[in-house]
């Protein structure tokens, strides 16, 4: 099961390298106006809300995650998943804020956004590969960003994925405005 999702990582990881590995620093940084992210911002995204994903899970493994009173009702565990998956999804029809926790730097993006994100994306796939009782065992989880949002550890994971497709593709709309 894990491989799925490690495989869209490597995916993920590999598509970013192809396109954008040979840019340099302050085309990383370019963005075409003050509302838009930077290809370097959307990397860092990736990496700050990955991130805050971890001690939650690492927590979970251990058996110290504490679930809110939401997370007993099955009902909205799948439809909070449901709905938090449907947002994030690739096509970005519809744009959306980010919680102020997930926000990239405001500041330039240094040199080191290739290494520190392949760290990222290696340090989840491993995270993943040790959740595979918790996953058997259909494990909840609250978001990083509200305890109120429940969904299941494997919602968790196409939600991940998912999203680091989205922000893939919004980079890629910066570099065609780029190019233009």
């Known amino acids: 099961m894990q491989e799925r999702w490690t495989h869209q990582i490597d995916k993920v990881t590999n598509d970013f390298k192809q396109a954008f590995g040979a840019l340099t620093i302050t085309e990383l940084n370019w963005k075409p106006n003050p509302n838009t992210w930077s290809i370097g911002q959307n990397l860092d995204h990736l990496i700050v809300i990955n991130g805050t994903y971890h001690p939650v899970i690492k927590a979970l493994i251990k058996d ?51 290494e520190r994100f392949e760290k990222n994306q290696s340090e989840l796939k491993t995270l993943i590969q040790s ?44 570099k065609r405005v780029r190019i233009k």
């Open 131 to 174: 959740c595979s009782d918790l996953l058997d065992k259909g494990a909840i989880i609250s978001s990083p960003a509200n305890k109120n949002i429940v969904y299941r550890l494997e919602t968790t994971f196409d939600i991940i994925v998912v999203h680091e497709r989205r922000h893939f593709e919004q980079s890629m709309e910066v």
């Open 64 to 114: 110290t995650y504490k679930l809110p009173f939401l997370a007993k009702f099955d009902f909205v565990v799948s439809f909070l998943g449901r709905t938090v998956l449907k947002s994030v999804q690739p096509d970005r029809k519809k744009r959306m804020k980010t919680f102020p926790i997930w926000e990239p730097t405001k500041s330039e993006i240094k040199e080191d956004i290739w």
